[in-house]
Structure formats: C-alpha cells, structure tokens
C-alpha cells in the first residue's frame, strides 16, 4: 500500500514522535484509532492521542455492530505551524461512521506563512466499512492550508465520504482571492489508485484562471466532492440507471453539481455558494445508496442536529 509519507509534501513531515505543542502558538497534534469487530459488536480498541485532538467514545444509535465516533479539535481551527495527523483502521469487519462537530477553520498565516496541515489516513480491512462525513472546511483569506486525506481499502472494504471546501466566507463577502490551498484525496483499493481528486490554489495568475474559468470553479466559493463504493458489477452491491437518476433528482438549484460512475465508484462533485447546501445534497445522495451498499437505512449522527 502507499505510505503515509506518499500523502505530504516535502516540506512536511508527520507529527508522530513531535511533542504536543513546538513554538509559541503552535500545536502538533495527532491521533491514532484502531476498531474491531468483536462478539460485543464494533469497539474502539485502542486509542491514542497527542496535543488538542481526540474523541471521547463511540456511540450505538443503530445497535452494536456500528459505532458512530465523533472527533474533537477544541481550538476549532489551524494557525501557522499547526499540524494535525488522524490515523484510523478497521480491522475485523469493523463497521464505523466516523464525523466532526462543527466546521474546520483554517485562519490566515502569520507572516512566516508556515504551512497549516491536516492529514488523515484512513485504512479499511477487508470486510469493514467506513463513513466519513467530517463538517466543512472554511479556508480564511490569506491562508497557507495543506489538507490532505488518503484512503486505503483492502479486499471488499467499503468506504462513503465527502470532503467541502469553503474558500473564504462567502456569507460576509470575503473572498480567497490572496493565499494557498492545496487539497488531495486519494482512494486506494488493494494498492493501486481508484480515485484522485487535487485541487491547488494560490493568488497567482493561473490559479485565479481556474477559479474563474468555467473548466474550474466558475467563481463558486463553495466546492466538494462525495464518493461512494465500490460498487460490484452485478448483484446486490450493484448500482443501475435507476439508482443513478435518483441521486441526479436530488440536485437543487442554483448549484453546479452532478453525479456519475467513476470506474468502481459512485463520485458527485458541488459548486456552489453555501456549505449547507453541498452537505444537505450529499446527504441525500447517502441516503439513496447506503441501503444499496450497506444494506442499511440511514441514520443521521445525532451532533449534526445540536
């Protein structure tokens, strides 16, 4: 499989092994999560956290075999030096949706502009099945983000997720027209990449192109990706034309999005002006294809409603 060092930019390295906070202002935080299946149902079996991130305990609204967790970052949001690690397996056919509180902030750089970084590595043994629903990303003007998830799935692992991106706060008027966004998701199955989804801003001349261009962001401060799968070519983990027209009924206006088949994988894709209106349609593009996948209705956290 790639490695964790395949995900971060030369002038990053991981935070394993740094102390909890480096300098005045800064925090390196990191956390490691491990999940198995077990005759008790779906257990967080170990845990292990370093600096301002952790979860508290799974939760069983839908019974055992499913834990719903929760991660905490108290400061909310990353200044110049800040540097968050994730780390999450399913082992044992472990079944886990995984999501956030509230939106991750990405302020404005210091004028040393040391990157801001988050990295999640996600991997899923064979039989296990991850949901990844994290809250929206607000990417400050002037800021110096790097974010970067990957996403490793073995044998018949299952994975659904989202990732939003807010340039800016739309909502007030500010704009990201000065600083540096470079965003990356990966999705291995067995090793090999299915699905690579990058997307690289910075106030220069051809990155404001691509935000303005019609074959980039069309000017919408608001975009997000949704993938789903794999999907099996025939049977019950199959998906048809049928399914496929219903997640397309789902898209609101005015919003660009759409929805298609990217090899084995269900893949929609947002632009628009508002993060609630990407997360309520990738919601109900979830709640049309998790039966499909999971063979389960869906259940909303219960975090999203407070």
């Known amino acids: 499989m790639y490695s964790k060092a395949a995900l971060i930019p030369p002038d990053i390295t991981p935070s394993v092994g740094l102390p909890s906070v480096e300098g005045a202002g800064q925090w390196h935080a990191h956390l490691d999560l491990r999940f198995r299946q077990t005759a008790r149902g779906c257990r967080l079996m170990h845990k292990a956290h370093r600096g301002p991130l952790y979860v508290q305990r799974p939760f069983y609204p839908e019974g055992l075999a499913l834990a719903h967790v929760y991660l905490l970052h108290p400061p909310g949001g990353l200044v110049s030096g800040d540097r968050l690690q994730v780390d999450i397996r399913l082992e044992n056919a472990a079944q886990v949706l995984c999501t956030t509180p509230g939106a991750s902030r990405v302020y404005r750089a210091r004028p040393d502009r040391q990157p801001q970084v988050q990295i999640n590595q996600l991997t899923v043994d064979a039989g296990s099945t991850l949901e990844w629903f994290p809250q929206e990303n607000i990417i400050f003007r002037d800021a110096n983000a790097v974010l970067r998830t990957q996403v490793d799935l073995a044998g018949d692992a299952k994975f659904c997720g989202w990732e939003i ?142």
Request: glycine share 10%; charged share 20%; proline share 6%.
């Open 165 to 306: 991106t807010s340039l800016g706060l739309p909502a007030n008027g500010i704009r990201f027209d000065i600083g540096q966004l470079r965003q990356r998701l990966q999705i291995n199955r067995g090793g090999r990449p299915a699905l690579i989804e990058q997307l690289q801003l910075t106030d220069e001349y051809a990155s404001q192109r691509l935000f303005h261009g019609r074959a980039g962001l069309h000017r919408q401060p608001v975009c997000g990706v949704f993938t789903c799968g794999p999907w099996a070519t025939e049977g019950p983990a199959n998906i048809d034309d049928t399914a496929l027209d219903k997640l397309q009924s789902c898209i609101a206006t005015p919003s660009t999005a759409g929805v298609t088949r990217v090899g084995e994988f269900i893949v929609g894709r947002y632009l628009g002006q508002c993060t609630a209106q990407a997360r309520e349609l990738f919601i109900g593009w979830w709640r049309i294809l998790r039966p499909l996948l999971l063979q389960r209705a869906a259940v909303l956290p219960a975090i999203w409603a407070t």
